[in-house]
């Protein structure tokens, strides 16, 4: 499953991306790169609150519409990805088989379109796709936690990306697993 969608216009992912200057930093080289995954970014989080409700709504919609959930309580895990000259995210899945709490399913929204390279790359199981998500501002989509992907390498510009991780344990809490 990947399903993405248009969600946003260029000035709403505009006021998403002045939420970087007020959020916590993280160096994302040193987050991911274990098992042979290559990461470089940064990362900034962003938090579930009545400032941000305005565009989280809108996410949470969009993911109960497209994997069918049947709750309005998710508290979503969300950052925003910020790929530089150079950065990119090697093919990986978000799901680790350790987690206690692993990711099911991942969101992402495209906020710019002023980079080249940076391709999203999904690897669909059926049938050996690859999928490429669209390079529109305000671009949206899904897939499960469990599919490869990837982000190539930026070549000019910034790539910016705001990045939701839906866990099970969500769900199992709802009833909805």
């Known amino acids: 499953m990947f399903i993405q969608k248009q969600l946003f216009t260029k000035s709403e992912c505009s006021k998403i991306l002045e939420l970087i200057p007020t959020s916590t930093k993280a160096n994302g080289n040193l987050l991911y790169n274990k098992n042979g ?25 969009f993911i109960y519409e497209s994997v069918n959930l049947k709750t309005n309580e998710l508290n979503l895990d969300s950052n925003i990805l910020s790929y530089t000259i150079g950065d990119r995210f090697s093919k990986h899945v978000d799901l680790s088989p350790n987690d206690i709490n692993p990711r099911i399913y991942t969101f992402g929204a495209l906020l710019n379109d002023e980079f080249e390279g940076g391709e999203l790359l999904v690897y669909e199981n059926i049938d050996n796709q690859i999928l490429t998500l669209n390079k529109l501002v305000g671009n949206c989509y899904i897939f499960e936690s469990t599919i490869e992907h990837e982000v190539k390498e930026i070549t000019n510009g910034i790539r910016n990306s705001l990045i939701i991780h839906i866990k099970n344990s969500e769900l199992v809490k709802k009833n909805i697993l």
């Open 37 to 61: 995954v290559k990461a470089s970014f940064d990362e900034y989080k962003i938090y579930d609150n009545k400032t941000n409700s305005w565009f989280l709504d809108i996410i949470k919609k």
